[in-house]
């Protein structure tokens, strides 16, 4: 229920996802492991070219900090950046903390970098390589290495070089496109840089610039020299400028009952005493862009007008509904390794005996829900990663349910939206399996059924979650009908 912090930290500010990276530049071109947090401060080079620290805000609470540097190497640019955040969720406060360091040649384009995030338990690492047009991939998550490659047509980037890529060519008006790293599909993506006119004020000359990712845009506000001295992301994030001090000045205690889930939550006009008994429910969806979503699943959500939008949700008629391509439902990818022999065996294990495609369904949402702890993540995870660690929230519940019932044969899918708890609405992630129509689970709830107050936005893989932020802030939910 809290996913859709993570994606708005990680997604929505172009200088701090998870790129925790090292990279032994100037000895070795093979990438040894992880930079340690000490490292990034304990070193002070005199080829330093930038240094730039920066505070990270979410509805102006302060909940973190990011350093970036660039100095120059006889190998290229070293480019080095480290980022803390200090959250209260779920009534415990959890701290990310992301390093990073890569080397780009002149042009600021890739030459090497690894890259990683740790919170808690959790750890993904992921090192890259240039090399003669392709970008050599090698990942671990779930404590195995996995490695990948993709053709480039063109030098690729990190989306936190544009505002610097923007000063190499002199602060030209327009719009241009780089290709840069996206972590979250490791694949490569289109940033839409649009830079506006300057603005000078008391001597000072700085630059509107507006960046798009995946339909995700970003305001930056950035200086002659190329540093962003404001950066306002869609639900509440922000990204300032400050000294180093006052950037690490950050709260150790938070007040009792201060809650980050509950300030990113969606209001609803009922408070739905018995939502997870619930079966129907009609409601408006206030401040939603209708086109940008898949708000109708042709099963049991149905959009029934678009202005005001309006859905209904019936979970006790569902329509049957063919689908074209079922191995797109069945395929193994990066985060969900349904093909994975440790993924295979579990699987078989617990659906063993059980020949009904919806009794196996069942089977394999009572073993996630059983053995997997409940616990708020800040996590990028993936299924093997969850079964190593075998702890998390709806996110690690829905990737590993998804990979063991694809590895089972039934084809499967990750539906991203809103569900009532409490009297509000929380960001949730939950599977869907074929039947002859979707239907919708929740072993994070120990669901069979989905009840009607899981409202889907989107579904897909876990870089679609990140267009969530478009909706965090604005959403509401006003609830016409519901038993």
């Known amino acids: 229920m809290k996913r859709i912090l993570i994606y708005a930290l990680n997604l929505s500010i172009p200088l701090l996802w998870f790129f925790s990276i090292y990279l032994l530049a100037g000895q070795s071109d093979q990438i040894q492991g992880r930079l340690k947090v000490e490292e990034v401060f304990g070193e002070t080079p005199e080829t330093v070219d930038a240094q730039y620290w920066a505070g990270v805000y979410l509805k102006g609470d302060k909940i973190g900090y990011s350093y970036q540097s660039y100095q120059n190497s006889n190998k290229g640019i070293l480019y080095k950046e480290y ?261 295979i065996e579990l699987s078989e294990s617990i659906t063993k005996d059980i020949t009904g495609r919806i009794d196996r369904a069942y089977a394999i949402s009572d073993w996630v829900h059983d053995n997997i702890e409940k616990d708020i993540s800040v996590s990028v995870p993936s299924a093997l990663e969850v079964l190593r660690v075998k702890r998390g929230d709806c996110n690690e519940h829905t990737v590993l349910y998804v990979a063991l019932a694809r590895a089972a044969g039934i084809p499967c899918k990750t539906i991203i939206g809103i569900v009532h708890k409490d009297g509000m609405f929380f960001y949730h992630a939950w599977p869907a399996v074929y039947l002859g129509y979707w239907h919708h689970l929740d072993p994070t709830f120990d669901q069979h059924t989905a009840d009607a107050t899981h409202i889907q936005l989107l579904e897909g893989s876990i870089e679609k979650q990140a267009e969530l932020v478009n909706v965090v802030g604005k959403l509401k939910v006003k609830v016409l009908e519901h038993r």
């Open 83 to 343: 980022l803390k955040m200090r959250l209260p969720l779920g009534g415990a406060v959890r701290e990310v903390e992301a390093d990073n360091f890569a080397l780009l040649d002149s042009a600021l384009a890739i030459k090497s970098f690894s890259a990683g995030m740790t919170s808690g338990d959790y750890e993904i690492t992921i090192h890259g390589l240039v090399d003669d047009n392709i970008l050599q991939l090698d990942y671990i998550t779930g404590g195995k290495h996995n490695s990948k490659t993709i053709p480039l047509d063109e030098k690729i980037y990190f989306q936190g070089q544009a505002p610097r890529v923007v000063k190499s060519a002199g602060f030209k008006e327009g719009t241009f496109t780089l290709a840069v790293f996206d972590p979250l599909s490791l694949n490569i993506s289109e940033l839409k840089v649009d830079v506006g006119q300057a603005n000078i004020s008391d001597g000072d000359t700085a630059y509107a610039i507006e960046v798009d990712m995946n339909g995700i845009k970003t305001t930056m506000t950035v200086n002659s020299d190329g540093e962003v001295l404001r950066d306002e992301q869609p639900g509440g994030m922000m990204l300032i400028k400050e000294d180093r001090d006052k950037a690490l000045a950050l709260k150790s205690v938070y007040a009792e009952g201060e809650d980050f889930l509950k300030k990113l939550s969606v209001s609803s006009s009922v408070n739905i005493k018995k939502d997870r008994n619930t079966t129907y429910l009609k409601a408006e969806l206030q401040d939603i862009n209708v086109s940008a979503y898949i708000l109708d699943d042709g099963c049991t959500q149905r959009l029934v007008r678009r202005e005001p939008v309006i859905v209904e949700i019936d979970r006790n008629v569902p329509k049957t509904v063919e689908i074209g391509n079922p191995d797109e439902f069945l395929n193994s990818s990066e985060f969900i390794q349904s093909d994975d022999s440790m993924i």
